[in-house]
Every structure is written in structure tokens, then in C-alpha cells.
């Protein structure tokens, strides 16, 4: 089911737009309506459709609002900014958002590690006598 975002299923997520901002957002609508069926294509349905517009208008918001957005310091010294690392011109979604709707989507879902029991010895025993001088030799396997 291909996405095909407009603009009026997007404004109840986005504040008030102004005719310039209508515009921008119309050319940017089937940007991301493209970028969304690329990654995510038929796991866009009715019930997750949501997911996605509101995804879909908060990458629109903040595109709307760099450079303001995303900087992380100004100075007025040298009359410097500095952006953070994530306002790159070509990223339309944060790592965040594209984690929580892949796990929404059951793709990916990261890695998770399961920790091994300690052996034994270690577990049951003073682990410090494994390295004193009076080493039991039966606790070294």
C-alpha cells in the first residue's frame, strides 16, 4: 500500500502554515511519501498509517524550522553555531523516530545481547583466591 501523503491529512500534525510554508510543504510532501515507501512499503497499513504521517509532519516541522531547529550552541564572540551532528541537509528523519517505526513495523528491533552465568567457582567461591597465593586447585579449570 504506497503511503501518498497531502497536505490536509498532514495539518492537524503541523502548526499554522503561512502560503510560503503551504508551498515548500507541497513540494516536500511526495519526498517523503517516496522515502517512506522505500523503507517501509507494505507494512504501511490502515492501522499504522498514522505512524507514519505524524512521522511524515514532524520531519516536515523541522525542515520548516532549521535553522533554529537543531543547533546546538551560538556564540557571539566569533559569531559562531554550531549544528548538531543530526541537521544534515539530507536527513528528513532522526535515528529515533526510524527505530521506533521499524520496531512498530517488526523490522529490525535491534540486537539484544542475553549475559552468560559466571562459572561456578566465581559465582560460589571468593573469585580473589583465583589470583592469591593460595590458588585452589580445584577451582582452576
Given at each position: 500500500m504506497a503511503l501518498n501523503l497531502n497536505l490536509e491529512e498532514l495539518k492537524p500534525f503541523l502548526p499554522p502554515l503561512d502560503t510560503a510554508q503551504e508551498?515548500?510543504?507541497?513540494?516536500w510532501i511526495p519526498v517523503l511519501s517516496l522515502l517512506l515507501d522505500l523503507r517501509y512499503g507494505a507494512h504501511i497499513t490502515g492501522e499504522r498509517r498514522v505512524?507514519?504521517?505524524?512521522?511524515?509532519?514532524?520531519?516536515?516541522?523541522r525542515r520548516l524550522g532549521k535553522p533554529a531547529g537543531l543547533i546546538d550552541q551560538e556564540g557571539a564572540g566569533p559569531f559562531s553555531t554550531r549544528y548538531n551532528p543530526r541537521a544534515a541537509l539530507s536527513r528528513w528523519f532522526l535515528p529515533e523516530e526510524l527505530e521506533q517505526?521499524?520496531?512498530a513495523c517488526g523490522?529490525?528491533?535491534g540486537i539484544r545481547s542475553v549475559r552468560t552465568p559466571a562459572p561456578d567457582a566465581i559465582r560460589f567461591e571468593n573469585a580473589s583466591r583465583w589470583y592469591g597465593d593460595d590458588v585452589d586447585q580445584e577451582l582452576i579449570p
Open positions: 508551498e515548500r510543504v507541497n513540494a505512524l507514519f504521517v505524524s512521522a511524515a509532519a514532524d520531519a516536515l516541522e517505526l521499524d520496531e523490522l529490525g528491533g
